[in-house]
């Protein structure tokens, strides 16, 4: 064979492995195959911490001087300028966005623990064999089911009313560990009814969250970790639009999104975040949070 004829074929060759490939690259990401960076995945934190306070509109938070730690966070990491709660009372949102369902809860009443075996964040987060928990503050002790005790609410604390969901991994917030390391890979934080402002003000939550979170804050920032912070409602005034902020190592620091979110997007988003292949609920229909993590 001549050189040329030789160096034709190889080009030939060549040519037909590249399109080979391109199509099975093609052929993977249409069946669902993994390109995170590619389509905009969500990323995959080594641990994640969710706070969720109370009863208050974007504009009472977001650039309110009463809120200087909150606004640092979301000035620092990322901002939703656009999420919404779902409903009215408290309790049918904290309900929605641990099960992508409001499971039939309709009002603040005292449920009996374990009424729903409804699948759940923390029951997917168990049954795929990952770490999770929720620290409670002022809860009696480690696993209580009161309704009530001093400024603790059960109703801000739905994983007591799912059968599947351990009452052991309902933790006080006493047991929120100093050394990060250990923390869960996925967990809750509720603070009381202080504390989360519902009774208090606005400043009162903020200096909560900066004294018993900022060090998370700051840890995660280097430790590919995510604080997310949430509220279950508005004040009843703003068309249920809520503060949501991010903040973390894989979070894009001083972005936003005016992409409309609910509850059950950001359900959808922890649970791809820990690599869960099923979703609760109106989770499965619901879309992942984009736009605001860093490459």
């Known amino acids: 064979m001549s050189g040329s004829s030789a160096y034709r074929r190889a080009r030939t060759l060549v040519a037909s492995a590249t399109a080979l490939a391109a199509a099975a690259i093609g052929l993977w990401t249409g069946l669902g195959g993994d390109s995170a960076q590619a389509a905009g995945a969500v990323p995959s934190p080594d641990h994640v911490v969710v706070v969720v306070l109370e009863n208050h509109a974007y504009g009472q938070v977001i650039g309110s001087s009463g809120a200087p730690y909150l606004n640092s966070l979301a000035s620092g990491g990322a901002n939703l300028t656009q999420s919404y709660a779902l409903t009215h009372p408290s309790q049918p949102n904290y309900v929605a966005l641990f099960s992508g369902s409001t499971q039939g809860v309709t009002d603040d009443s005292c449920y009996t623990p374990g009424f729903s075996a409804a699948p759940n964040l923390a029951s997917e987060q168990l049954a795929a064999g990952r770490s999770w928990a929720s620290y409670n503050e002022t809860l009696p002790s480690q696993g209580s089911t009161t309704c009530s005790s001093g400024n603790y609410a059960r109703k801000h604390n739905p994983w007591f009313g799912f059968s599947n969901v351990p009452t052991s991994t309902a933790r006080t917030f ?31 939550g903020d200096t909560w969250l900066k004294n018993n979170l ?82």
Not at 249 to 273: I, K, N
Request: glycine share 8%; aromatic share 8%; net charge negative.
């Open 174 to 204: 006493a047991q929120f560990p100093a050394d990060h390391t250990t923390l869960p890979q996925l967990s809750f934080v509720i603070p009381n009814l202080c504390s989360d402002m519902h009774d208090c003000s606005v400043s009162t």
């Open 214 to 295: 900022g060090a998370y804050a700051t840890w995660a920032r280097t430790h590919n970790s995510l604080l997310v912070v949430t509220f279950d409602e508005d004040n009843r005034l703003s068309g249920n639009r809520i503060p949501t902020v991010l903040y973390g190592g894989p979070v894009t620091p001083g972005s936003s999104s005016a992409t409309t979110y609910s509850h059950y997007d950001l359900l959808r988003t922890l649970e791809d975040t820990q690599g869960l292949t099923t979703h609760a609920g109106n989770a499965a229909s619901a879309k992942d949070i984009t736009g605001v993590w860093a490459s």
